[in-house]
């Protein structure tokens, strides 16, 4: 695409990375979480995959890093479910909530400021999903695109 | 006559289902059973440590329903995945499935 849109599409998607990880580490105190802030991530990455074209970028913008996002977020979220299983409890039983290690300080009831290391298995599955849904949502966006772009360059049936 | 057919059978089953949301059975805004939703609020940020009681529910109380969408999402992409990467390969099954078939 023309200059203009690459440039001002590598100038924004940092913003919208930033956005988008603050909506998921702050899922467990104000509104949002993983879809969501997943969702704004890969917004950023829709924007460089349409300014640039999938086969032109490297580094994160790699189909491999989209395939490593995505199995890393699923694994997570799995191993932090079995995570509940070793301490006796049910499979994602919140083992992590008022333990007082990672996420692990309790909270008072009723409002208060909010502390970002609360919320136990809470904060570590939304950055699961995070990574999850962005993975995903731009792989999908990656290989409409490929796709696009190669029925342009004339078909599947003249490819062969 | 087909087409009054339909049309009766189609408003038959909407009125069927509307009959419920129409009804007085079910009041707009005023839940009947509110045990649940007091139990999270009283202790959700007690036993989850989370401040936002939806994210306590949807990654804690309802964990596994999480892990289902998470892996709908997940084979969502297999599938596309699938699909274009067939259509995209030169000279592969589908293009010699197609040239068969007249």
């Known amino acids: ?85 070793t301490h006796g409890r049910a499979f994602l039983f919140n083992w992590l909530a008022n333990a007082g290690g990672l996420f692990g300080h309790s909270v008072a009831h009723g409002p208060n400021p909010g502390d970002l290391n609360t919320g136990g298995l809470v904060p570590l599955l939304n950055i699961a999903v995070g990574l999850e849904v962005l993975g995903a949502l731009s792989l999908i966006i ?14 599947p049936d003249d490819a062969a | 006559m087909r087409a009054l057919i339909s049309l009766a059978i189609f408003l038959l089953m909407a009125g069927s289902f509307l009959h419920v949301a129409l009804s007085d059975e079910l009041s707009f805004g ?42 709908v999402l997940f084979v969502a992409v297999l599938g596309v995945g699938l699909v274009i990467r067939r259509a995209m390969a030169p000279g592969s099954e589908g293009d010699g499935e197609r040239g068969e078939s007249p």
């Open chain 1, 1 to 85: 695409m023309k200059k203009i849109v690459r440039t001002a599409a590598r100038l924004l998607y940092p913003f919208a990375f930033i956005y988008g990880a603050y909506i998921v580490l702050h899922g467990h105190l104000t509104p949002g979480g993983g879809f969501q802030g997943g969702a704004v991530i890969a917004t950023g990455f829709a924007l460089m995959l349409a300014a640039h074209g999938p086969g032109e970028l490297s580094g994160i913008f790699k189909r491999a890093a989209l395939n490593i996002c995505e199995v890393a977020g699923l694994l997570i979220f799995v191993l932090a479910g079995f995570g509940g299983l």
């Open chain 1, 142 to 155: 990656y290989y409409m695109m490929t796709f696009a772009n190669h029925i342009e360059e004339g078909g």
């Open chain 2, 30 to 71: 005023n839940p009947s059973r509110t045990e649940m939703d007091d139990y999270f609020i009283a202790n959700g940020q007690r036993q989850t440590g989370a401040n936002n009681i939806v994210a306590a529910v949807l990654f804690d109380y309802r964990g596994i329903d999480t892990l289902g969408e998470a892996s």
